[in-house]
Structures are given as C-alpha cells and as structure tokens.
C-alpha cells in the first residue's frame, strides 16, 4: 500500500498551520496585533488549530495504516495500544493530539474576547519542536540525537517566525492600502525585517547542522531523492531570501524615506509614490507566502524520505 | 550583511558536509542470524535481526515461510532487552531441513518502515 503521497500531504498541512499560527501570534506578542487584523486574525488562528488537530489526526490514522499494511488496523484496538503506548514515538504522539485539542480548545474559547498571543505561541512553539521526537532528529543518540533535536527545533522556530509573520504582515499592509496608518506600517515592517534577518541566519546554521547529520556530504546532495529534495528546498530558500532582501533594502527604504516627509509635505506625486511602495511590499509579501509554501512542502517531502540510501 | 551571512553559510555547510560521517536517521539491516544465504547444519531456535538503529518492535512484523510458502509457526517478535537494535524471533519448533525465507517489516525509531527478506537452509 503506497502512502507516500498522503503521509506528504498531512504532514504539509500539519506543519504549515502550526508555523503560521506560531508565526502569527508572535508577530502579535513583538509588534502588536496587526492594525484593522485583529480581528480577522482572530478567526485564522481557529482555523489553524483546527487544521492542525485534523492533519495530526490524519497523519497518525495514515502511519498505522503504512506500518501495520492492514486499513482494518484502523480498528483494531490492539494496533493502537501498540502503537500509541508501546512506540516512543506513539507516546510523543499522544501527548502532542492532547496538546492540538487543547489548542483548539483555547483558540476557539477566545472567540470574540481578547487574544492571549503569548498563550497561542507557546503552545504552538511546543508542538513544532516536539515534531523532532517523531522524526529523523529523533532517531539518532546520545550527542548526535541532541544536536539534532536541537537543530530542529532552532530551524522550525526560526520558520514559523518568518513564515507565519507574512500573514499579520499582510494584514497590516491591507490596512495601509486602505488609508490606514502608514507610519505603524513603516514600524510593523522594520520589526519584521529584523527578525527576519536573524531567522534566515538561525535556518541557514541549523539546516546546515540537519543536513550534516542525516547525509554522508555534498555527494548525497545530487545523488539521493533525499538529497535532491533538499537541493529544491535550498534553491526556494535562496528566491525567498533575494525577495526579503528586496523588500528590505528597496521597497522599505524607500516608503520610509517618502512616508517621514511629514504630513504637510506629502503632496499628490509622493502619495502615488508611497502607494506604489505599499503595493510592491504586498505583492513581494504574497510572493514569499507562494514560496514558503513550496518550502514548506519540500519540508514534508523530506520527513518521508530516506536521508540515504 | 547579506555578503557575510552568505560566506558564513557556505564555511558552515562546508565545514560540516565534508566531515559528515557518523549519519543518523533510517535504520538498515545489519546482519542476521541465520545469515541471509546460509546453509545450517544444526535448525536454528530462533531468528535474529541485528539494526544499525533502535527499531520498534511492538510495531514491527518478522515470519518465517518454507520454500512451498507455508508459514512456520513462531511467538511474536521482540526486541531484546539489552540491545534495542536487535529484533528476536522465536521459532515454536525445530526446523524440519530443507530452505526457508524470512519475511521482515520493521519501523525505526523516525517512525520511517523499511522491510526485505532472505533465505537459508538447513542441512538433512
């Protein structure tokens, strides 16, 4: 029975709606809700934990299925009690399906009452990293098992902090495009622009730190499936690093030298010229959320694959 | 800052590509007992599966078939207390002499299956 696909496809989804909602409440926790987002925000980050819960769900159900051949192992109660109390991977994994419930939980309880940003990111920052128990880090020991581990959980972090960013990013840059304040967007971009940077420099370390471990060196690169995986993953990072480069190094310099004019010296010819930066910066910004994506995909593809051969 | 994160990178990937050598993750049959392709004078008691990594035996699935593809009856497999790579198979009875293909599905410690099969004989 060939799962390949369908394991990819959960573990994309698990991942991608962990790393936006960690991404987005600390995005919240840092600079603030996102002006005219809050709300909206609000409703996503439900969404999220419900995808995340219903991916963890389904990810589980698909690795019995894979290990045991058999779709009645489904219900079997013995095949679960051997998988989710007898394996060290089970057990992770079901503390994590207690801590995605608790989530929803949590995220559908504040409905309508003000975000605990703080809460929403520690609880997903928790169950990014636990994700190294149940993979590849997982499953070396002593020193070599603990560098992995934590390299994981650097490289998730530092993902779900840029990646889940762009969403209240785009938020706050809708607001902006529509009349909204320009000089908090200006702040909103500079805070994200600086973590960011220090995100790209901890995913560059602790990928390269992954890569060292799972792989025997740069001939595997070319060689396995694994290796051409992470090849594809490598060349998408470099496009979403030239991308943030850009908005950093032109579009924000340039709103920020054209919006600090003052209010009395922002005349019709500089208005256009702010909106054509404010328009650049979303279309960038939607560009990264494409490419992250993709990233995010390639990511899942690798957890299914052998590092070597 | 660009240019230096950049040369950073490359010295680091550099650096630990080259001395990569001890890699963890996916586990690969080591040996086994009987060894794949063995002939046997004395019938075994029992199989044994010897993993470069940890495996997971609760999860994991070992049965013996004869040459006519009949299975042997066997206890369940189970790792061995001491040594958590290694995966045991005991047999209920004797071998009788002739060939036999052991049939193996286990899940590493990543949660990733890897499965195969090998033969051996015992001796009249």
Redesign the interface.
Known sequence: MELFWPLVTVRWLHLWSLLALFGAALFAVYGGPPPGGAEALGKIKVWLAAIALASGVGWVML?LV????EVTSLLSASSWR??LL?????RVWLLRLVALGALLLWAGSRSGKPNRWHADAALSAALLVSLAW????????GA??FA?MFAYGCHVLAAGAWLGGLLPLSFALANARAGGDRERLCISLERFSRLG?AA??LI??SG??S????????ADLGRTPYGRVLLGKIALFAVL?AIA?ANRWIFLRRLRRQAGHGQARILAQNRAQIWAQIWALSRTVAAEHVIGLGIVALAAALSSL???D | ??RQ?GR??AL??FV????????????HLKKSSPAAGATLANAPTEIRLQFH??I?A??SHVSVETNAGQAVATGAAASDPSDKTALVLRLAEPLKPGAYKVNW?V???????IKGSFTFQVRP
């Open positions: 690795m894979d290990m045991a051949e051997a998988f007898a394996t060290g991977f089970g149940v993979g590849h880090a997982g499953a070396g020991e070599n098992a992995g940077q790209v420099a560059l370390a390269i730190v890569a060292g471990l799972n792989m025997h060196g740069f690093i480069a052998a590092p070597v | 800052m660009i994160c950073a990178g680091l990937a630990v590509l080259s001395f990569a050598g001890s890699v963890q993750a996916h586990t990594e940890a997971e609760s999860v599905r899940i590493s410690a990543d949660t990733h299956k």
